[in-house]
Structures are given as structure tokens and as C-alpha cells.
Nanobody, 122 residues
Framework: VQLQASGGGLVQAGGSLRLSCVAS????????MGWFRQVPGNDRDFVAG????????YYADSVKDRFSISRDNHKNTLYLQMNSVKPEDTAVYYC????????????????WGQGTLVTVSS
């Protein structure tokens, strides 16, 4: 499966942004999915995950109650709604298709999108 993330940009603290990730080559419904983020020099950190049919979601403590992950399998698209953003949310955001293991470990995912940059100004 190939993944294409989009929707990043510059947003003021307290604002909102929605990221999208479109899958091609194989149906999105075959995969649990995740969003990760990475700041230069740091590891890629788990942000949110969602199971194949969308009825179970998982969040990092740092984004719980602010971010929401969802999916539309008919559109082969994964979303991350980011509300009440903070400067510390600034990072490159990646979507990924889970192949094994738990949702929070990057090694559980083999297929990654190219990343989309989110910059939050204070």
C-alpha cells in the first residue's frame, strides 16, 4: 500500500488543522493505521492509532482530548483532526499502515507516507 499525507501547514497556537492520508495500491480497510510525528534529531513518536473498522482508537497522552483520528474506508482515507494545537505539536507528521504488534511502536508499521510538516506559532 502507498500512503500520501497532506494538510500540514502553519497554524497559530490554539487553532485547528486536519491532516489527511490517502491510500492507494491496496484497500485501507486491510490495515490498522497510525499517525506518528518527528522533530529533527528525535525518534518518531506515536500520536494516534485506529483499528481497521474504526471502532477502536488510541492516543498519546500528549494529544488526548485535543486530537482525533478517524478513517473513511470507502474513500481510502485516514484523518487526524488537530484542535487546540500548541507550539510543541510542531513536527513532521507521518501516517502509517500497521502490519504487526501494537499501535504505539513504530516497528509495527512497514508502510509510511512521506510526511507533512505542521508548524504551530506561539
Amino acid at each position: 500500500v502507498q500512503l500520501q499525507a497532506s494538510g500540514g501547514g502553519l497554524v497559530q497556537a490554539g487553532g485547528s488543522l486536519r491532516l489527511s492520508c490517502v491510500a492507494s495500491g491496496r484497500a485501507l480497510s486491510n490495515y490498522g493505521m497510525g499517525w506518528f510525528r518527528q522533530v529533527p534529531g528525535n525518534d518518531r513518536d506515536f500520536v494516534a492509532g485506529i483499528n481497521r473498522n474504526g471502532d477502536s482508537t488510541y492516543y498519546a497522552d500528549s494529544v488526548k482530548d485535543r486530537f482525533s483520528i478517524s478513517r473513511d474506508n470507502h474513500k481510502n482515507t485516514l484523518y487526524l483532526q488537530m484542535n487546540s494545537v500548541k507550539p510543541e505539536d510542531t513536527a513532521v507528521y507521518y501516517c502509517a499502515a500497521r502490519n504487526r504488534g501494537d499501535y504505539i511502536t513504530a516497528n509495527s508499521y512497514d508502510n509510511w507516507g512521506q510526511g507533512t510538516l505542521v508548524t504551530v506559532s506561539s
